[in-house]
């Protein structure tokens, strides 16, 4: 790790010399606050999927104010995962995320705040592998972490980088996280979905069998596309068009017992067993939950099985609901949390 | 489930040299065959520490090396890991299968290889080579502790390319579960007449009949009962509850069915299609089962299910049952099917 550090600082260095060098010709903007780009990411974990998701990603890739007066320094970077049904503008508005990474530098935390697209056809990745939705676990693990490390002055080592999430980005960063201690050192799993087992009934099956592959982007959240987006996270299948998923309906209007196993190996209740030495990897694990959020029993449940198994972390249960206290949470204890947990 | 476990236990009894309960399987030691050396190692492994089972953390392995390996001193060679099965540990399979002959015969059609046989033996009768606080994690003692001790100590291609991965039973079973979670070890992997591939599911009166058998008669319960015993302490560990420190499929009179979503996210048929990626890398799949093994359903079912995927795989159904021509295959299907899928450099 020294060694590494070392050659970091060279490079640095010599970075900064270059730069030096060419300042009389291209002088470096003063950036006094922190600084929302939009870039793309191509992602050759999501190229080829069934359900014809871009696998060019847009990606909000937020730097810390005096990024650019810095040409010598690197940072530690907290890696976002957005909610179900909207597209991570959504969450870049709400949070303010320019706001949100000014004052986490002003209080001594300049962090790279790195938040992909986990948007789907169905409206949710659920940051899984699949062939129908594409391996989006694949593309945050591996795919955009390389992109970032190659395009950004990160600190490029596990000790520096936080994985976070909120609702499905929750259930996401909890994934991703028991599956890549390798990648990430420190995880905030916020309200997160996908806690508990979801069987489905033979209503649901009907729904999702009868689902003609378009997609009405004006629906209301909840009905059939939630359980469409995590059948095609889950129970994928490459030979039945128009949607590439099985949602299990049997003649006899059973549900495929596989279908069903599917549910239960990508809950987080089910996979955590497995995966209790990655996990306890991690230098810090912090849930959170609204008091008045349907997945607040979800989280204490996943808390419990944590503390079961001897998985140092927290909870906090808040006043508030599944979305209104989110924006402050970011700034008052997620931004926070990655300040005290991440190596500079 | 239960008929295949009892149609597999049968099988299993004729193998055993004594017909006792509990007693683990067999076999007479097996001939070495000139020019085939081979040496026994105890691996110390990391991943296996504070298993609440108390199974030993130094598991023995045999190590068949091929008849140049000690006069070519500078030739590196590819390796098989070769998983064992349930109530039996390594060096009876090694017995059993006769791994110096299986060595020595693929080094006369010209295709030398290093096989490696670990123990996993647990207190139960068999790890289900998963990661379970309880058993200890022998998904990453094979995948990593094992194989950096052999690349280590032996003149391996110590890279994915060189090194393969195969089974029978609960050994093909580990070879399916190894190899989704640690596809970058290996290129090649083959799964003899594996078992567990679909969720395992009880009724209420098996479970409560799991539930009501104390540790004291877990130890020395039969072939069936000890397996699904062993699938509980593997599948769904729970370190507060002693003495087996796993969860019952039992609950409040009827069958949890948290413990058995537990037990699904550990059945390799559901572990498929969130697996893709991973089975699409190796270079090389291949399964079997006899046609009169009682496991040949389940066999079938995943090899349609890479089908499904579009996942490239080689699959045979031959003349025999459970046991009756495993080491046989493992000698004439599986190293040509790893001299065909692993690089010689």
Known sequence: ?344 | MLKKLAALAATFAVLAATPAMAQNITAPPAPVPAGITVETIKVHSPSLEGNLEGNSTEREALVVLPPSYGKDKNKRYRVVYYLHGFAIDGRNFYNFMKVPDAVNNSARRGEEFIVVVPDTLTKLGGSMYSSSVTTGDFRAFVAKDLVAYVDSHYRTIAKREGRGLAGHSMGGYGTWVIGMTYPQTFNAIYAQNACCISPRTETEESAKKMASVSIEDGVKADFGMRAGLSSMVAWSPNPQNPPYFADFPYKDGKVDQLVIAKWAANSPYAMVASHVPALKSFRGIGSDAGDKDGLLHDDTMIHEELDRFGIANQWAVYDGDHVNRIGQRFDEVVLPFMAKHLDRK
């Open chain 1, 1 to 344: 790790m020294r060694g590494s550090k070392r050659v970091t600082r060279r490079l640095a260095a010599l970075a900064a010399l270059a730069l030096a060098a060419f300042a009389h010709i291209q002088p470096a903007a003063a950036q006094e606050k922190a600084r929302v780009d939009l870039v793309k990411v191509h992602s050759p974990a999501i190229a080829g999927n069934l359900e014809g998701n871009p696998a060019d990603r847009t990606v909000y890739v937020v730097t810390p104010p005096g990024y650019d007066q810095h040409p010598e320094k690197h940072y530690p970077v907290v890696y976002f995962l957005h909610g179900y049904f909207v597209e991570p503008k959504a969450y870049a508005e709400l949070f303010d995320l320019g706001d949100a990474l000014t004052g986490a530098a002003g209080a001594g935390n300049d962090v790279i705040f790195v938040m992909p697209d986990g948007f789907s056809k169905h409206r949710g990745s659920f940051y899984s592998n699949s062939p129908t939705t594409g391996n989006y676990e694949d593309f945050v693990a591996h795919d955009l972490v390389a992109w970032v490390d190659a395009h950004y002055r990160t600190l490029a080592r596990r000790e520096s980088r936080g994985l976070a999430g909120h609702s499905m980005g929750g259930y996401g960063a909890m994934r991703v996280g028991m599956k890549h201690p390798e990648v990430f050192s420190s995880l905030y799993v916020m309200s997160a979905g996908g806690g508990s087992v979801k069987l489905i009934t033979r209503e649901m099956a009907e729904r999702a069998q009868a689902d003609d592959g378009t997609v009405d982007l004006s629906a209301p959240i909840g009905g059939a596309q939630g359980d469409l987006a995590q059948l095609a996270a889950w129970s994928p299948d490459p030979q039945r068009p128009p949607n590439f998923i099985n949602a299990g309906l049997l003649t006899d209007g059973t549900i495929d017992p596989v279908v069903q196993a599917r549910m239960a190996a990508n809950s987080l209740i089910g996979m955590l067993p497995q995966h209790i030495r990655e996990l306890q990897q991690y230098e810090a694990i912090m849930l959170d939950v609204g008091d008045k959020d349907g997945l607040v029993t979800d989280s204490r449940a996943m808390s419990s099985e944590l503390t079961r198994f001897g998985v140092v972390h927290k909870l906090e249960i808040y006043d508030g609901g599944h979305g209104d206290k989110v924006k402050d949470r970011l700034r008052s204890a997620v931004l926070p949390f990655f300040a005290v947990h991440l190596d500079r």
